[in-house]
């Protein structure tokens, strides 16, 4: 499937909804370390995974334009007309304004609360204008604390990469844009399942060390043996295992132990 980065590129598929930029801007929200699946596909296009859907959204002056792709298993058979696919995601005008609406806020008016702010912190009014369109993220609330845990002395680059690699490992496939593969995040129950069949290794680094036993969810990591071993957790001082045998599987709760 071929990335759409602008409205002019398959026309149909696009919506947009009235934002201007003192209520969003998308180079600011996108890129702060808030969300971690979202890359610029594109000068001023940004592409990535929302709801369960791959979008590329774009800003063009009051317009917040945006298209979603649909499922791989969608287009299986369709056929792509001047590079268009013959039908875009199952979801309609209403959902999708919806799910970004809920994302990014959009019903909070930022523009008077920038005004309220600035008139009780002089540093704010004096910064504020540089910074227009600033807002926090309504994000999943189980992708929001494994993004949050791997963020602990990390950088966002590598905090990206590690997200990544969960969804690769555990995420399911929705599809592929001009040979770049997206995923969903994972849900609990693919994390705490049967692991893929192949596994791999991701690093979270954790700011204090870990207690000696607290539950945690069992992220397999391939070895050389070819059988699932501990995930790492990487902490400050020091650095623990999580167990994934098969007798830790079938326990209620990962034990963890630090390592010398």
């Not at 227009?132 to 905090?159: A, K, Y």
């Not at 705490?192 to 192949?198: A, E, F, M, V």
């Not at 999580?242 to 132990?257: E, F, G, K, M, N």
């Amino acid at each position: 499937m071929k990335l759409r980065d602008a409205p002019s590129s398959c026309p149909s598929l696009w919506r947009w909804l009235p934002c201007p930029p003192a209520e969003l801007r998308l180079d600011l929200v996108l890129s702060s370390g808030q969300s971690f699946r979202w890359w610029e596909s594109s000068p001023g296009a940004w592409t990535g995974v929302l709801g369960g859907r791959v979008w590329t959204l774009r800003q063009d002056g009051d317009r917040l334009w945006y298209t979603v792709y649909g499922e791989e298993d969608e287009h299986e058979e369709e056929e792509e007309q001047d590079g268009c696919p013959a039908k875009t995601a199952k979801l309609n005008a209403a959902e999708t304004e919806q799910i970004l609406r809920d994302y990014f806020q959009l019903d909070v008016g930022l523009s008077a609360l920038y005004h309220a702010w600035g008139a009780a912190d002089p540093l704010f009014r004096k910064v504020a204008s540089d910074f227009p369109g600033v807002r926090v993220l309504r994000q999943d609330p189980v992708e929001c604390l494994f993004s949050f845990i791997c963020t602990s002395n990390n950088h966002i680059s590598r905090i990206t990469a590690m997200i990544e690699r969960l969804c690769q490992a555990f995420g399911r496939r929705l599809c592929c844009l001009d040979s770049r593969p997206f995923h969903a995040f994972p849900s609990l129950s693919a994390l705490t399942g049967p692991p893929p069949p192949r596994c791999c290794r991701c690093d979270i680094a954790m700011a204090s060390p870990a207690p000696t036993h607290v539950p945690l969810l069992c992220l397999p990591q391939a070895t050389s043996s070819g059988n699932c071993g501990a995930l790492v957790l990487a902490g400050r001082r020091q650095s623990c295992s999580v167990l994934t045998s098969a007798r830790a599987r079938s326990q209620p709760a990962a034990s963890i132990r630090p390592e010398s």
